[in-house]
């Protein structure tokens, strides 16, 4: 099998960085370059020093960008779109881990994103990239537009209840605690140390830009509408979300169990975890850094029809450059879990 | 020598749990899904419940 040459848009970032470092490990694909305008003509490992003696690479400015098999865009939000027509046109596959083409509906872009999509015409032609809904998809897809990481962690907790159509798809309230890094590699006073530090940031108590993607994802046979709230915490790295939901019917936890292992029973990446005894019976997201799994667990209030769902990722990995690599497996006809197969760390 | 297995309903989370002509009344079997201990109650028919937990020592 010959390599896909593969080229990365905007390697300095943190998803950019985190997706080099999965790249360079697997067995089917050569990066050929890694673009960054403010580290140009460096080495990878300027940006990335966990990558000092692992390649020689350096990146090189988007101008010099040749045409390749697959090329990833890890820009800030906005950049992708407003320069489509230059990067379609450098690879038949675009895997895409901004914001820009995850929705389909014009007006949810312009409500949550305060501007008008610059490329409305192209919305439609992106499958959104959570394998464990879209895999098929997935499969001839020529676009591919990565998930939020909040969005990623909620989805994969929720979806199976909303299958099922056993949840009142208007009262599900999800709050999010999520780690330094999802805000990106860019400095601003409220990232600065002292300041961030040991804290529990409110950042979005509502109005968070992932709530249109989650929505829709989750609206199987009614309309879903979720109140999301999402919390800085003291973490760099993970996302945990706690859902509460409210059944429809009356279910024990077995159903639910049933319910999860019916949609997660065969999925490389998702887990259930639930467990009555050991440290760690619920999902918890230290442990899941560096790793490409969403560990999902709940528990029934035996007091009411609440059902509390928790559902932990790495923010960079399962929720952003994990799901991409996870997708380019997908799309290339790859073993889903190839490169992607470190377990993590304990303790850590 | 081949025995016979028989699948039982993890009484916790319906998970398959698979016993034999070696598994004796009063076993204590993991579950694989969701962990928890099962006691096996009887063995004609296999019947599972679970085990006593002992004193919990777990917290914030």
Known sequence: ?348 | MTTTVTVVECVVCGADVELDGTTLQGELIDCDDCGCELEVASVAPFTLREAPQEAEDWGQ
Not at chain 1, 33 to 55: D, W
Not at chain 1, 214 to 227: P, T, Y
Not at chain 1, 271 to 297: H, M, S, W
Request: hydrophobic share 40%.
């Open chain 1, 1 to 348: 099998m010959s390599d896909v040459r593969v080229a990365i848009v905007g390697g300095s970032g943190y998803t950019g960085g985190e997706l080099v470092r999965l790249l360079l490990f697997h067995p089917h694909v050569q990066i050929t370059q890694i673009t960054s305008e403010r580290f140009a003509g460096k080495l990878v490992a300027k940006a990335h020093p966990n990558l000092r003696g692992v390649t020689k690479l350096k990146f090189t400015s988007v101008a010099q960008l040749d045409a390749c098999d697959v090329l990833f865009l890890c820009l800030p939000h906005g950049e992708a779109a407003k320069n489509w027509d230059r990067y379609a046109g450098l690879a038949p596959r675009v895997i895409d881990l901004s914001a820009d083409f995850r929705l389909r509906d014009e007006a949810a872009y312009r409500f949550y994103y305060h501007n008008n999509h610059p490329r409305p015409d192209l919305l439609a032609d992106f499958v959104y990239g959570i394998p464990e809904l879209h895999r098929e998809a997935l499969r001839d897809a020529r676009r591919v537009a990565c998930a939020g990481c909040n969005a990623t962690a909620t989805i994969l907790g929720l979806f199976p209840l909303y299958r099922a159509g056993v949840v009142l798809p208007q009262n599900t309230v999800v709050e999010v605690k999520v780690g330094s890094s999802e805000a990106g590699n860019r400095a601003n006073e409220g990232s600065h140390h002292p300041e961030r530090a040991g804290c529990l940031r409110s950042f979005s108590p509502t109005g968070h830009r992932h709530v249109a993607e989650i929505n829709r994802e989750l609206s199987v046979a009614d309309k879903a509408s979720v109140h999301f709230s999402a919390t800085a915490i003291d973490m760099v790295r993970g996302a945990m979300a706690t859902s509460h939901v409210f059944l429809n019917q009356s279910l024990t936890e077995k159903d639910i169990w049933k319910i999860y292992r019916d949609a997660y029973g065969n999925e490389p990446f998702v887990r259930i975890v639930k467990e009555r005894d050991g440290l760690y019976r619920f999902p918890e997201p230290k442990l899941l850094a560096g790793t490409n799994y969403c560990d999902v667990g709940f528990e029934k209030d035996p007091s009411s029809d609440r059902v509390v769902v928790i559902s932990a990722i790495d923010n960079l990995m399962k929720g952003s450059a994990g799901q991409a690599v996870q997708a380019l497996n997908i799309m290339m006809g790859f073993e889903e879990t190839t490169a992607l197969a470190f377990p993590g760390l304990h303790p850590v």
